[in-house]
């Protein structure tokens, strides 16, 4: 089974704190993402990377950056958290042509 | 710049009904993705439908794909209480499935005993 991994469920910072949300996948996956959900607005995507030390910018990729440094890890950083980036962050990674799987999420609250 | 749209965004239904939700996108693409997400958990995939006509079925949910009407359905048949989730289509526009997915904004169901 693809194994999507997600450093924690739950995390809460202070405004102008440095985040780094982790993932990790265990099946060899070039591909891999980063999205945002909120209610009303669904899943929108923040980066991704095809490969290893490659990025791209998704739709909404202000006020975030991204590492991929090896093949199966893939870190999301808030440079500067800010209340407006509270939100549900889930990760997904993806063979060539292949489905997405999802990891289970973390959600995080900037106060 | 790629639009997904569901219909409709909330239903309640009782056991036994039948019911479609839509999914219609705004631009060319043959991939097209049906997600389940329950409360406090991730999504879930459910059907991957890659060409014009196809027609995937999983139990009592059945997915079609029309790419030239630029519209997907998903098909409930004889609803029952543990269907009640969130369900997500998704639009691969670039084909490759490297370039991230477009989501509409999720059907909230809810199946009543």
């Known amino acids: 089974d693809v194994k999507v991994t997600q450093s924690s469920r739950y995390l809460v910072k202070r405004t102008g704190e440095k985040v780094f949300l982790e993932c990790v996948q265990d099946?060899?996956?070039?591909?891999m993402f980063w999205y945002r959900q909120d209610p009303g607005l669904g899943l929108r995507l923040i980066y991704f990377?095809?490969?290893?030390?490659?990025?791209e910018k998704g739709d909404i990729p202000e006020g975030y950056s991204v590492s991929r440094e090896k093949k199966e890890r893939f870190s999301l950083i808030l440079e500067s958290a800010s209340t407006n980036q509270t939100s549900m962050y889930l990760c997904?990674?993806?063979?060539?042509?292949?489905?997405?799987?999802f990891g289970p999420g973390t959600r995080l609250t900037v106060l | 710049e790629l639009k997904v749209e569901q219909n409709p965004l909330f239903l309640s239904m009782q056991e036994g009904k039948n019911y479609t939700i839509y999914c219609n996108y705004s631009?060319?693409?043959?991939?097209l993705y049906w997600y389940r997400q329950d409360p406090g958990k991730s999504l879930e995939s459910l059907f991957v439908?890659?060409?014009?006509?196809a027609v995937k079925q999983e139990g009592r949910l059945m997915a079609s794909l029309d790419t030239k009407a630029r519209l997907s359905t998903l098909h409930i048949t004889a609803a029952v209480h543990d269907l009640s989730a969130t369900y997500f289509c998704?639009?691969?526009?670039?084909?490759?499935?490297?370039?991230?997915?477009?989501f509409g904004k999720g059907t909230h169901l809810i199946i009543q005993p």
């Open positions: 997904a990674s993806s063979s060539l042509g292949g489905l997405e799987f």
């Open positions: 099946m060899d996956h070039e591909n």
């Open positions: 990377s095809y490969d290893v030390k490659m990025k």
């Open positions: 631009t060319t693409s043959d991939r």
């Open positions: 439908l890659l060409s014009n006509g």
């Open positions: 998704a639009v691969d526009e670039a084909g490759g499935g490297a370039d991230g997915l477009t």
